[in-house]
């Protein structure tokens, strides 16, 4: 039994209950997740008995090669062939599924309702494999960051920095980048998602680099922050202490069956008794697996319940508009004594 019959399995015991015969997604992280299929255009059916994966002529190789055990249907007129396998059956279409497609199986006489996405809670808990693929994604990411770290100098672009990051990800046998490589030296730093451009690195500059490798599908997500060309000045160290205690707070509390609100809380509380409460606008971390966001998330407002084995990111920030920012971003491993995939230095460390 292959491991994406195994997950499949699980699926089915999942929708049991009230289930309607046939579950049909168009998400291609669950496709993958559920039948080992990586093209950009797929549709996976699944029944009580069989799988059938719907994909077009492109993929006719890769389909045999990836899903030897589901049965590939080739054809781009996903309706139809939709038609051909649930003739009879309640689909249970995924409510992430593009409305369009909805109407378009009502339209040709085929019985449907929106079910929640019931893939994303198992996706959740990770299994070997992906526990695998997701400590070399790790492991990747922390070994390029400290190689190009050692290269920064003062007057790099921030976008020439950027090249080299994801250039050392390819030879240390990343598949690809997980996301476009976040590096903002200056003032840009208090800019949380800034996109890197033709800023030169200056002397005195904080420069928060958040970069991720993907392996296999699986994403790594770490984010540092350097000082460019000198020692820190007092209210950069004192920004980045409370960071790194904030960070290392939310990586103590994680734990099987804690609540994600109170990982975002282990964070938060600290930062906002320092007085830096309102720069600290984003949530503490994420889930992270085939897609760099998927659940849990790790806000104030979230009651998921942990599960052990679920892969997050902690990553507490403080930004300060027109002087610069801080974060400090780990992937972890969710157990009783949690697993940093990221591990690399975490102090305010000079480069350039």
């Not at 090249?163 to 997980?178: I, P, Q, T, W, Y």
């Not at 069956?257 to 971390?285: K, M, N, S």
């Not at 403080?318 to 780990?330: S, T």
Request: net charge negative.
């Amino acid at each position: 039994m292959t491991v994406y019959h195994q997950r499949r399995s699980r699926l089915r015991d999942a929708l049991s209950a009230d289930f309607g015969g046939v579950f049909v997604t168009r998400d291609l992280a669950s496709v993958r997740y559920l039948t080992g299929f990586s093209g950009s255009n797929a549709t996976v059916v699944i029944g009580t008995d069989e799988v059938h994966l719907v994909t077009d002529g492109r993929y006719r190789e890769q389909a045999a090669h990836e899903s030897p055990d589901v049965v590939a249907i080739i054809d781009r007129d996903v309706v139809g062939a939709m038609r051909g396998l649930c003739t009879g059956c309640e689909i249970d279409l995924d409510d992430r599924t593009p409305v369009g497609i909805a109407q378009q199986l009502t339209q040709a006489g085929l019985t449907v309702r929106a079910v929640a996405d019931p893939v994303a809670p198992l996706r959740m808990v990770k299994d070997a494999q992906e526990l695998d693929a997701l400590s070399r994604a790790g492991h990747i990411t922390a070994r390029a960051l400290e190689q190009v770290a050692d290269t920064i100098t003062v007057g790099d672009r921030e976008a020439d920095v950027a090249r080299r990051l994801e250039a050392a990800f390819a030879e240390c046998g990343a598949e690809d980048r997980a996301f476009a490589t976040i590096v903002a030296g200056g003032e840009n730093s208090a800019l949380p998602h800034h996109r890197a451009g033709d800023r030169q690195l200056a002397v005195g500059d904080l420069l928060v680099i958040d970069c991720g490798a993907k392996v296999e599908g699986y994403h790594a997500d770490m984010t540092r922050t350097f000082v460019v060309g000198a020692a820190p000045d007092e209210w950069q160290h004192e920004i980045h202490s409370l960071v790194l205690r904030a960070q290392e707070a939310a990586r103590d509390a994680l734990a099987p069956e804690v609540i994600a609100g109170d990982i975002d809380a282990a964070a938060r509380e600290l930062i906002t008794q320092a007085g830096f409460g309102e720069a600290f606008a984003h949530g503490t971390g994420h889930g992270v697996g085939l897609d760099i966001h998927e659940q849990p998330m790790l806000s104030a407002s979230s009651s998921a319940v942990l599960p052990e084995h679920a892969v997050v990111t902690v990553e507490p920030g403080i930004y300060l508009p027109g002087r610069g920012g801080v974060r400090i971003e780990d992937t972890v491993v969710v157990a009783h004594a949690p697993q940093v995939l990221t591990d690399l230095e975490r102090g305010l460390t000079r480069v350039g």
